[in-house]
């Protein structure tokens, strides 16, 4: 599957191509800006942002599963109690 970068990247170049020696190159800028803003507004995040997301996901999940051994450990090292009503 191609990335939206990839898609829009190729979508650029033929455009280019097609305006290339053409008077619609105004035309060509316009389309751009107009993509520009639209994809301004979306909730978009940079591939940046994301690695940095899954690094900080990464690393949550470890402290996570340490956690939960050590929880475990403790509630092992508990006595038993039995509770009557």
Not at 24 to 31: F, G, H, L, M, P
Not at 38 to 48: A, M, N
Not at 70 to 78: D, P, T
Request: proline share 4%; no cysteine.
């Amino acid at each position: 599957m191609k990335q939206p970068n990839d898609v829009f990247n190729d979508l650029q170049a033929r455009m280019s191509e097609l305006f290339k020696n053409s008077p619609a190159k105004d035309v060509e800028r316009n389309v751009k800006a107009m993509l520009s803003q639209g994809f301004s507004k979306l909730d978009l995040v940079t591939r940046e942002e994301f690695d940095t997301q899954t690094q900080v996901l990464v690393r949550t999940r470890a402290r996570l599963e340490e956690l939960e051994r050590r929880v475990a450990e403790l509630e092992q090292k508990l006595p038993v109690t039995t509770q009557t009503s």
